[in-house]
């Protein structure tokens, strides 16, 4: 059984640009949840996919959006970055039947910082 | 909206007992969950109570009190490897049941 692994593990990008994070789900979970952690912060939720449509989504600007793909994969873009988007982005995979319940299971990250 | 409360930081020595208190605001609660995370690191799962009482994993034990919108985590044992830090985490019918994480609390154990 496979952990869920994301897609590049750092990245420096400047302001305007856009960027794609990638996320490949722990196998048989068909739930992600996109995180964004800034320094020494909680995880504050982005949004959640399931099976390919979003299912839920927290307080960020439409210029965040995501994708899930059919092998449960996923995506997060963000357009026009901001200096306030520097942060360790983590997906999270879940069953969805568990995945209201608490257990999520975390990648390592993305750190990303915008200059 | 919801709103959670935990201790920023606690230092401990080795083999001692830490209890990290976690209070929160919500409407409509379904559970609350605890995670580890070590610098740098993955947050990993440690427990999830949604009724009242004790919960024990090993020597992490976590506690529930619905009518108080309380609970704690009780790392019993410490070793060095408990330094990280630990996050409470609310799902509730108001944030659809996701996970709404309190700020965290950093735990220090000294030999």
């Known amino acids: 059984e496979t952990g869920v692994t994301q897609s590049p593990t750092h990245l420096i990008k400047t302001r305007g640009q856009q960027v794609t994070l990638r996320c490949s789900s722990q196998s048989g979970h068909n739930t992600v949840s996109w995180y964004q952690q800034a320094l020494g912060q909680g995880p504050q939720f982005i949004f959640q996919?399931?099976?390919?449509?979003?299912?839920g989504r927290g307080n960020f600007p439409p210029r965040f959006s995501g994708l899930q793909f059919p092998n449960y994969s996923s995506e997060l873009n963000v357009n026009a970055l901001e200096l306030d988007d520097s942060a360790l982005y983590l997906c999270?995979?879940?069953?969805?039947?568990?995945?209201?319940?608490?257990?999520?299971?975390f990648g390592p990250g993305t750190r990303l910082t915008v200059l | 909206g919801q709103s959670l409360e935990q201790p920023s930081e606690v230092t401990a020595v080795e083999g001692a007992i830490v209890q990290i208190n976690c209070t929160y605001q919500t409407s409509g609660f379904y559970g609350l969950s605890w995670y580890q995370q070590h610098d740098g690191g993955a947050p990993t799962f440690l427990s999830y109570?949604?009724?009242?009482g004790l919960e024990e994993t090993g020597r992490f034990s976590s506690f529930l009190s619905r009518s108080d919108s309380y609970g704690y985590l009780l790392l019993q044992e410490l070793q060095m490897k408990d330094s990280a830090s630990y996050f409470c985490a609310v799902s509730a019918r108001s944030n659809d049941y996701k996970l709404s994480f309190g700020a965290g609390t950093t735990v220090t154990v000294r030999a």
């Open positions: 109570n949604a009724l009242d």
């Open positions: 999270a995979s879940s069953l969805a039947v568990t995945g209201g319940l608490g257990e999520q299971f």
């Open positions: 996919y399931y099976r390919e449509e979003e299912n």
